[in-house]
């Protein structure tokens, strides 16, 4: 199959995913029809989006809670299939697949990291990254060497053997980039991979993914609702609110020209933050109290993970 | 008083149905009968031949690898040394034997079964309340169908039992399934799992700590159970305890009542400790 390499690699056209539809098919353009199933308990998850992504982009997805960005990246590989609207993956209409396309497709074009991991408990972190080639049915050794490699990326070498229980967040959610890395797919899928983290480990992390990046050039769809990780990580983003799209563009553009007062409220903090650097708060306390130990820095986790040996 | 006019009888048409089973499908039954049979004669010769200290010696082995304590090693091996004190030895391996064969039986069609019902509703709404019916059944009443259909002795005997044994891993087999993790699940998928993978890599070995508590009550209650198939002649430890109960022998009763407690303490504790191999690793 011919690629075209200057086409974007993911396309999605006018994308909706509604959730309780009484009736299989819907008009999107009868906005009277529509309020009248937003009361009788139907969820309009996703609204009319549409969005490109090139080839080793990075493009992230901003909202709060429940606007819908979850949903959204579940249609991507259509864990959730799409109630209207075209997505197009490396040229093939991900929209028509059949069952046996679509587990093809899942096993070589995408690859996916979730906020909680989705590691399996009893398989160790050989096994877990190994995972998506031996449901390629890649023969062990191979599949095994692979995936020592894509550990050895992520900074986990040594930790092969050990199960997901005995990790801390960081590492299992490094195995979990780890396990996404060594499917060798164009399109990578994160949803709110590092919310779950303390903020010294997200922060971490985000180094890592960065430095990953450069040396793999995937193309990601990340999801995230905090909006110094989008302006760390992003290429381009979206602000999604209530299942729309309300304004896409670079980080920059999106802090420079907020579009209305929903983007300006995520905006306003961010832009305080860089542009007027913070007095620090310092609290001198009026009595004299017991010194107390200065917090411990945490660190790197590979480093955290040493000690607890 | 109800009319005598109203009544109406299921009785004789259930009555036809059983015969007309043992005729339609004789050679079924029959067949079915000798293969239960023959395993089961195995598996009891095999019981036999091992010598008493043989057994003594795998189940403190066994208890020390589970438990790595050594009071709980050595007791499970007194208690069963009580059994041949008791002169009862024979009969129990009797009796362990058909529990061993029902429970085989029963994990056959219950884990099959369970996890039918965890991926099909309609099977699952089928089946759920025959499970209902076959728990709040009295057990003797499985006794009637399967002395019909099988006659008197051992095989019975083991029908009965599964009838009466195999609810519990069918329900566990279909509740660990479904209590899967969906996130794992989702991961699974995403990564291009097909429906048989899933259950094969995910699904099933996630539900197996779950599965093995089913298996667990399974064998108790089968062993439960076997008392009460000595009524159609299953032999073992029941035999012992219906005929010490018929001649009101307190003492002969309470022996035979201890040896099945005594089973039923060290097969229990024996899978307790191994379905934990099953969980996974935590620390
Ligand atoms: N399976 C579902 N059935 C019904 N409603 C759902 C389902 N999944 C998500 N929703 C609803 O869709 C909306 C968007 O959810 P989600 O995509 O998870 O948001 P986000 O990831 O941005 O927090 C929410 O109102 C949520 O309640
Ligand atoms: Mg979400």
């Not at chain 2, 009838?163 to 069918?170: L, R």
């Not at chain 2, 089913?214 to 076997?226: E, F, P, R």
């Amino acid at each position: 199959m011919d690629i075209d390499i200057k086409k974007p690699l993911l396309e999605v056209q006018g994308l909706w995913k509604v959730f309780g539809l009484k009736q299989p098919d819907f008009d999107p353009q009868d906005e009277e029809a529509l309020a009248r199933m937003k009361d009788s308990g139907v969820v309009f998850a996703v609204r009319d989006v549409s969005f490109e992504v090139k080839r080793g982009e990075v493009f992230v997805i901003m909202g709060l809670s429940g606007s819908g960005k979850s949903t959204l990246i579940r249609c991507l590989p259509r864990l959730l299939k799409p109630t209207l609207g075209q997505i197009s993956i490396n040229g093939q209409s991900v929209s028509d697949m059949d069952e046996k396309e679509l587990i093809q497709f899942r096993r070589h074009e995408t690859a996916m990291v979730f906020q909680h991991y989705g590691l399996l408990p009893h398989r160790n972190v050989l096994e877990n990254v190994a995972f998506g080639l031996k449901l390629r049915g890649v023969p062990p050794s191979e599949r095994l060497e692979q995936a020592r490699e894509a550990i050895v990326q992520v900074g986990l070498e040594g930790w092969e053997n050990h199960y997901p229980a005995q990790l801390s967040g960081g590492m299992r959610q490094r195995v979990g980039i780890a396990r996404a890395l060594v499917q060798e797919s164009d399109l990578l899928l994160m949803d709110e991979p590092f919310s779950g983290l303390d903020p010294l480990i997200r922060r971490e992390m985000q180094e890592t993914l960065l430095q990953l990046q450069r040396e793999v050039h995937k193309t990601i769809v990340f999801v995230t609702h905090d909006l110094t990780e989008a302006a760390r990580l992003g290429d381009r983003m979206a602000v999604m609110r209530e299942g729309v799209f309300v304004q896409q563009g670079t980080p920059q553009e999106i802090i420079d020209n907020p579009s209305d007062e929903y983007v300006e409220r995520f905006v306003s903090d961010e832009r305080q933050f860089y542009k007027s650097p913070r007095k620090p708060v310092i609290y001198f306390p009026k009595k004299k109290r017991q010194a107390r130990p200065l917090p411990r820095v945490t660190a790197p986790a590979p480093l955290m993970a040493a000690e607890r040996r | 008083m109800f009319p005598v006019d109203w009544q109406f009888h299921v009785a004789p048409y259930i009555q036809t149905f059983i015969k007309w089973l043992i005729v339609a499908w004789g050679p079924f039954f029959e067949g079915l009968s000798s293969l239960v049979l023959g395993v089961l004669l195995q598996i009891e010769a095999f019981l036999k031949w091992v010598p008493w200290w043989g057994w003594v010696t795998i189940v403190v082995i066994l208890s020390w690898k589970l438990s790595h304590s050594l009071f709980k090693s050595i007791l499970p091996g007194l208690l069963i040394m009580t059994i041949g004190m008791f002169g009862l030895w024979e009969v129990a391996m009797e009796t362990l034997g058909i529990v061993i064969v029902a429970v085989l039986i029963s994990l056959l069609v219950g884990i099959p079964t369970g996890i039918g019902m965890a991926v099909s509703e309609r099977f699952n709404a089928i089946i759920m309340p025959l499970l209902d019916a076959m728990q709040t059944m009295p057990s003797l009443v499985y006794l009637i169908p399967a002395l019909m259909l099988f006659g008197l002795g051992k095989v019975p005997g083991v029908i009965a039992t599964v009838i009466y044994a195999v609810p519990p891993v069918i329900r566990l087999t279909n509740l660990g399934i479904r209590q899967v993790s969906r996130d794992v699940q989702e991961a699974a998928v995403v990564f291009g799992a097909s429906r048989w993978q899933l259950m094969k890599e995910v699904r099933f070995p996630l539900a197996m700590p779950t599965i093995m508590a089913g298996i667990n009550q399974t064998t108790m209650m089968a062993l439960s159970m076997v008392v009460i198939a000595s009524m159609i002649g299953a032999g073992g430890l029941g035999e012992e305890v219906l005929k010490a109960t018929n001649r009101i022998d307190v003492g002969k009763g309470f022996e035979a009542g201890w040896a099945i407690v005594v089973l039923a303490i060290v097969i229990d504790r024996i899978s307790q400790a191994a379905a934990q191999k099953w969980e996974p690793p935590k620390r």
